[in-house]
Nanobody, 128 residues
């Protein structure tokens, strides 16, 4: 069984920052690529950021590029999303996703269907 859990969400004022963490664990989970997605009220879930298993390669949605940074610490088995200069448009439930099949050190994934495991999400509310 693989378990993915996000933490670090909450309310924040516009212009502020939050740091989301994702922990993935499981007996069969030895290595994985990771991604962050978000779903705002009344909207479909959308891609935010992705990181390869090694952490070498990352990719961002245009809407967060330059403000968000994804990183990972494989020794601690965590993936982090640092979110700066937040705006009310960033208000959403943020999901962490993990992919363990057919991965290599360098590839990241941006499609929801490319991920195997999902967390329950953490709420981020940005007020002006």
């Amino acid at each position: 069984q693989v378990h993915v859990a996000e933490s670090g969400g909450g309310p924040v004022l516009a212009g502020g920052f939050l740091r989301l963490s994702c922990a993935a664990s499981g007996r069969t989970l030895r290595s994985y690529a990771a991604g962050w997605f978000r779903q705002a009220p009344g909207r479909e879930r959308e891609f935010v950021a992705a990181i390869s298993w090694s952490g070498t390669n990352t990719y961002y949605a245009d809407s967060v590029k330059g403000r968000f940074t994804v990183s990972r610490d494989n020794a601690k088995n965590t993936v982090t999303l640092q979110m700066n200069s937040l705006t009310p448009e960033d208000t959403a439930v943020y999901y962490c996703a993990a992919r363990s099949r057919d991965i290599d050190y360098l590839t990241f994934y941006v499609g929801e269907g490319q991920y195997d495991y999902w967390g329950q999400g953490t709420h981020v509310t940005v007020s002006s």
